[in-house]
């Protein structure tokens, strides 16, 4: 199953609903005030409950919505640098531990939403990530229980002003809608293995990013492990797992995001995210 969150045009209306082929199924709608977002719908275990609207005709086509962030207004967005082997080897990474930093949920863009390249810079660099969206509080746990904890699945787009990057990379992250996050979330019943997905990114339609998240360096049972044993999650919380090789800091020449191009980020089992920069 597929879940987006998204805001409809015509009645100026945010809700969220399930995906299907010509549009979305309504839960919003269907659900009430009582459980009015998929943060909302996250925090009461009501994932289980949605067979019954699942099969449904599309209550919107997708030209009536605008899609919303998955998860507009994340408590935390946590995002892992430096995790796959290709990424590491270009900058030199040696590290054994997760490099952790965080996004806040102001810097968030949905699909089809522009990514906005600050006029500060000539170094916006684009990474495409697998983003994990988390289900239920998690405080704690193992790797061996971590993934029981995890909703579902995302694309994410984590462009880069690099020249504020410097070795606090919070710095770099965070400039307005700058984090795509989108298009939907794949739910976790879907992947039972998220260490098994191809990830690609394209910019202006030419391939940049190609690699499996089998090449994670630190897979998300071991992130969430990891991050929980310091900082409670709570549903909706949002873990954004690193970039393979193939950044446009480290080619030659650079290859960096410029008003008018197209960028887009592809994972297996959960959809295509495209962003046009402005």
């Not at 040696?94 to 500060?120: C, G, I, N, Y």
């Not at 690099?162 to 996050?181: I, Y």
């Not at 360096?217 to 969430?224: D, L, S, W």
Request: aromatic share 10%; with cysteine; hydrophobic share 40%.
């Amino acid at each position: 199953m597929q879940l987006c969150s998204f805001y409809l045009i015509d009645c100026a209306r945010k809700s969220y609903g399930i995906v299907q082929e010509e549009g979305v199924v309504d839960l919003g709608l269907r659900l009430g005030d009582a459980c009015s977002d998929l943060k909302t719908l996250l925090a009461r275990g009501g994932i289980s409950d949605l067979a019954a609207f699942e099969h449904l005709p599309a209550d919107h086509a997708f030209s009536a919505i605008r899609f919303l962030p998955v998860i507009e207004q994340p408590g935390k967005v946590f995002c892992v640098g430096m995790n796959y082997a290709d990424k590491r080897k270009e900058f030199a990474e040696t590290l054994e531990a997760p490099t952790l930093f965080v996004r806040f949920a102001d810097s968030l863009a949905a699909h089809e939403q522009p990514l906005l390249k600050p006029a500060t810079t000539e170094e916006f660099d684009y990474e495409g990530e697998l983003a994990v969206i988390i289900g239920k509080a998690a405080s704690q746990v193992s790797a061996s229980d971590a993934l029981a904890y995890v909703a579902g699945y995302g694309c994410f787009m984590d462009a880069t002003v690099r020249d504020m990057q410097f070795t606090w990379f919070t710095a770099g992250k965070n400039w307005q809608q700058t984090g795509g996050f989108g298009p939907w979330m794949t739910t976790a019943d879907e992947i039972p293995d998220p260490q098994q997905l191809a990830i690609k990114t394209w910019l202006n339609q030419r391939e940049v990013q190609n690699d499996t998240t089998a090449s994670m360096v630190h897979p998300v049972a071991k992130i969430i492990e990891y991050i929980s044993a310091f900082s409670p999650l709570s549903p909706g919380d949002v873990i954004i797992t690193g970039s393979p090789g193939g950044v446009g800091k480290k080619r030659t020449p650079p290859l960096f995001m410029f008003p008018g191009d197209e960028i887009e980020v592809e994972i297996e089992k959960i959809g295509r995210l495209r962003h046009r920069v402005v």
